[in-house]
């Protein structure tokens, strides 16, 4: 279940960039067309021109430049493309001795960000004609031209950002280069998605680019160090000693260290009454009709019957995404949510993503959540705890600070906190999965009937995956791909969440990409149901499952392709191998993370003193 790649109407930006587009309806064709008359750095000779260079000295053109810059940059943010790019338009018309490079480079940035290939390609010709060393302006010229079909110029463009990086000196501060290979991360899932594999796997040799994400997975070395290639001895080696050092060093994981509330060891049930809990909850990825139910709540409702505590189900959809009704609509359910509590009178509320949305103001902002649930703790008292699906996104972090001024507990899914710490002050923080029902992942008549496979999509914030998958296609990898949809008719993966978990019970090989646009790369909700599946996780290394799991002995981590294709070669060719490793992976989650102990330990989290 990986609840971060099941919410496009929470979408989050792709990218990062000088200038940031967000929530602008009709961008993508706000600026064709717009130059009816060329402007006049375009009309130099092959669209080259010397810019004035970015000044601090208060001339009047340099006041006039830097007011229109951040004037500029002020409307994007707030979604106000079109204004912005006006005034960008006329500074350049009625003053062009007042240009520079970085107002040229905005205007760039706007054409771009809104698929206005023509105007960008001429923008970004002129920026990196007057800053020739800048390689953020060639590599989005070269992705402007390869848009408008112009390869052969795309490719030495590409060429020249290439050898700008390869030049820089080992202690040059890093670049932003991901981030500007965000659009090209786009395309290439488009391109894989509209069977233009081919397509995609040019983009990936074009911008694989020194010191990249997409260079890092398409041409880098595999983790041992011993060559281009993995030989089966090398995995062979390297399972023998990981599992001897593990179990040398007392059988331990960071998660064990780090509770603060020791865990006995063995499978244990809940052994203190817990009363009432409700859970309020999403019920469905989308807001329309043919949405399928959300694999978050139902496994955590599945679970909490499963164990023996008494609950009550609330759909939490209204306050994950409140603009698909009305703003009294949104209230009324919050006052009906009141209601059922004082009712009710449970000893937990379980909130599903508490004030982390951004509505506008005539919906229910935080302070009026906050407010709420004090008062209604002082008419019953209850224990509030929320959980944060999306904790590795900044915004969550700000948010669970926000609401830890009335949280008893707060729930990450993800152990990735910003450089600021790892703590949120003045409010317990329960560090662990979600608690899964085992008994619906379990293999039907056919068994393991599936070998290697990738389960998910290419949504929003997992465009890293379309790398992987263009490179998996385009090399003919084994490896089964089942791209995952919201609605009912479109996962092949399954409809329901019960035919999800029996489907995952299939695979024998699971392979899970762990990247996601923002950089971060992060243990999602698929990787604990691969191994809740006993299927074999072949992980894209990430510190967060070393948390929870060790490497070559619970799950197998890679960082590049070649790695990928030597361990899925390797472990088709050796089941014990492979069978050894999925089932002593799910006995450590049993022992660990059971339904049973993520329940008890999140009730005495919230009860305890």
Same mark, same amino acid.
């Given at each position: 279940?990986?609840?971060?790649?099941?919410?496009?109407?929470?979408?989050?930006?792709?990218?990062?960039?000088?200038?940031?587009?967000?929530?602008?309806?009709?961008?993508?064709?706000?600026?064709?067309?717009?130059?009816?008359?060329?402007?006049?750095?375009?009309?130099?000779?092959?669209?080259?021109?010397?810019?004035?260079?970015?000044?601090?000295?208060?001339?009047?053109?340099?006041?006039?430049?830097?007011? /229109? !810059?951040?004037?500029?940059?002020?409307?994007?943010?707030?979604?106000?493309?079109?204004?912005?790019?006006?005034?960008?338009?006329?500074?350049?018309?009625?003053?062009?001795?007042?240009?520079?490079?970085?107002?040229?480079?905005?205007?760039?940035?706007?054409? !771009?960000?809104?698929?206005?290939?023509?105007?960008?390609?001429?923008?970004?010709?002129?920026?990196?004609?007057?800053?020739?060393?800048?390689?953020?302006?060639? +590599?989005?010229?070269?992705?402007?031209?390869?848009?408008?079909?112009?390869?052969?110029?795309?490719?030495?463009?590409? /060429?020249?950002?290439?050898?700008?990086?390869?030049?820089?000196?080992?202690?040059?501060?890093?670049?932003?280069?991901?981030?500007?290979?965000?659009?090209?991360?786009?395309?290439?899932?488009?391109?894989?998605?509209?069977? /233009?594999?081919?397509?995609?796997?040019?983009?990936?040799?074009?911008?694989?680019?020194?010191?990249?994400?997409?260079?890092?997975?398409?041409?880098?070395?595999?983790?041992?160090?011993?060559?281009?290639?993995?030989?089966?001895?090398?995995?062979?080696?390297?399972?023998?000693?990981?599992?001897?050092?593990?179990?040398?060093?007392?059988?331990? +994981?960071?998660?064990?260290?780090?509770?603060?509330?020791?865990?006995?060891?063995?499978?244990?049930?809940?052994?203190?009454?817990?009363?009432?809990?409700?859970?309020?909850?999403?019920?469905?990825?989308?807001?329309?009709?043919?949405?399928?139910?959300?694999?978050?709540?139902?496994?955590?409702?599945?679970?909490?019957?499963?164990?023996?505590?008494?609950?009550?189900?609330?759909?939490?959809?209204?306050?994950?995404?409140?603009?698909?009704?009305?703003?009294?609509?949104?209230?009324?359910?919050?006052?009906?949510?009141?209601?059922?509590?004082?009712?009710?009178?449970?000893?937990?509320?379980?909130?599903?993503?508490?004030?982390?949305?951004?509505?506008?103001?005539? !919906?229910?902002?935080?302070?009026?959540?906050?407010? +709420?649930?004090?008062?209604?703790?002082?008419?019953?008292?209850?224990?509030?705890?929320?959980?944060?699906?999306?904790?590795?996104?900044?915004?969550?972090?700000?948010?669970?600070?926000?609401?830890?001024?009335?949280?008893?507990?707060?729930?990450?899914?993800?152990?990735?906190?910003?450089?600021?710490?790892?703590?949120?002050?003045?409010?317990?923080?329960?560090?662990?999965?979600?608690?899964?029902?085992?008994?619906?992942?379990?293999?039907?008549?056919?068994?393991?009937?599936?070998?290697?496979?990738?389960?998910?999509?290419?949504?929003?914030?997992?465009?890293?995956?379309?790398?992987?998958?263009?490179?998996?296609?385009?090399?003919?990898?084994?490896?089964?791909?089942?791209?995952?949809?919201?609605?009912?008719?479109?996962?092949?993966?399954?409809?329901?969440?019960?035919?999800?978990?029996?489907?995952?019970?299939?695979?024998?090989?699971? +392979?899970?990409?762990?990247?996601?646009?923002?950089?971060?790369?992060?243990?999602?909700?698929?990787?604990?149901?691969?191994?809740?599946?006993?299927?074999?996780?072949?992980?894209?290394?990430?510190?967060?499952?070393?948390?929870?799991?060790?490497?070559?002995?619970?799950?197998?981590?890679?960082?590049?392709?070649?790695?990928?294709?030597?361990?899925?070669?390797?472990?088709?060719?050796?089941?014990?191998?492979?069978?050894?490793?999925?089932?002593? /992976? !799910?006995?450590?989650?049993?022992?660990?993370?059971?339904?049973?102990?993520?329940?008890?330990?999140?009730?005495?989290?919230?009860?305890?003193?």
């Amino acid at each position: 279940m990986d609840s971060r790649a099941h919410e496009p109407e929470r979408r989050s930006p792709a990218r990062r960039a000088s200038v940031r587009l967000e929530n602008h309806a009709g961008s993508e064709t706000a600026l064709r067309g717009s130059w009816a008359e060329p402007l006049p750095i375009l009309q130099r000779p092959g669209g080259s021109t010397k810019l004035r260079p970015t000044s601090e000295t208060m001339s009047d053109q340099a006041l006039l430049e830097i007011t /229109a !810059y951040e004037l500029a940059s002020y409307l994007v943010k707030n979604g106000h493309v079109e204004k912005a790019s006006g005034l960008l338009k006329d500074l350049i018309v009625k003053d062009p001795k007042a240009v520079t490079a970085r107002c040229v480079r905005a205007l760039a940035q706007i054409a !771009y960000e809104c698929k206005s290939w023509p105007d960008a390609e001429a923008l970004w010709r002129v920026a990196s004609g007057a800053e020739p060393s800048n390689a953020e302006a060639w +590599v989005k010229l070269a992705h402007s031209l390869v848009e408008l079909g112009r390869q052969t110029e795309a490719e030495g463009c590409a /060429a020249k950002a290439r050898a700008l990086l390869a030049s820089r000196p080992p202690d040059a501060a890093p670049t932003d280069c991901d981030a500007w290979l965000a659009g090209i991360h786009e395309q290439i899932c488009l391109s894989f998605l509209g069977n /233009a594999v081919p397509k995609a796997a040019d983009l990936v040799r074009m911008f694989s680019l020194p010191g990249t994400y997409l260079r890092s997975v398409a041409a880098g070395r595999n983790g041992l160090g011993r060559g281009a290639s993995l030989q089966d001895a090398d995995i062979h080696q390297r399972l023998e000693e990981a599992l001897a050092t593990w179990e040398a060093g007392g059988r331990t +994981v960071p998660y064990l260290q780090q509770r603060g509330r020791g865990l006995a060891k063995g499978a244990a049930p809940v052994t203190r009454p817990a009363g009432k809990v409700l859970l309020v909850l999403r019920r469905y990825f989308l807001g329309r009709a043919d949405s399928r139910l959300h694999e978050l709540g139902v496994f955590i409702e599945t679970s909490a019957k499963a164990v023996g505590l008494e609950t009550v189900f609330f759909p939490a959809d209204p306050f994950l995404n409140p603009t698909a009704i009305q703003p009294d609509q949104q209230y009324s359910e919050l006052d009906r949510l009141g209601r059922t509590i004082l009712s009710l009178k449970p000893d937990l509320v379980i909130f599903d993503d508490l004030c982390n949305q951004e509505p506008p103001e005539e !919906y229910i902002t935080p302070e009026v959540y906050k407010n +709420v649930f004090r008062a209604l703790k002082e008419q019953h008292p209850f224990k509030l705890v929320s959980l944060y699906p999306d904790s590795w996104m900044t915004k969550s972090w700000f948010t669970m600070e926000f609401a830890s001024s009335f949280l008893d507990v707060v729930w990450p899914l993800n152990f990735s906190p910003p450089a600021s710490g790892a703590e949120i002050p003045g409010v317990k923080t329960f560090w662990a999965p979600i608690p899964y029902p085992e008994a619906l992942f379990r293999p039907g008549p056919a068994g393991k009937d599936i070998g290697a496979a990738f389960v998910g999509s290419l949504f929003d914030y997992n465009s890293p995956r379309g790398i992987w998958l263009t490179l998996l296609k385009s090399r003919g990898i084994p490896c089964q791909l089942f791209l995952s949809t919201h609605t009912t008719s479109g996962s092949r993966a399954g409809a329901s969440p019960e035919e999800y978990a029996a489907f995952m019970s299939r695979l024998r090989i699971s +392979v899970n990409f762990s990247a996601r646009a923002t950089g971060r790369k992060i243990m999602t909700g698929r990787a604990w149901e691969s191994i809740i599946a006993r299927a074999l996780l072949l992980e894209e290394d990430n510190e967060e499952i070393q948390r929870f799991f060790v490497p070559f002995v619970h799950y197998i981590p890679f960082t590049n392709i070649d790695e990928l294709q030597a361990y899925l070669g390797y472990f088709e060719r050796h089941e014990d191998a492979r069978r050894a490793v999925a089932e002593r /992976a !799910y006995e450590w989650f049993l022992q660990l993370f059971s339904k049973d102990r993520i329940w008890r330990d999140l009730i005495s989290a919230a009860t305890d003193p």
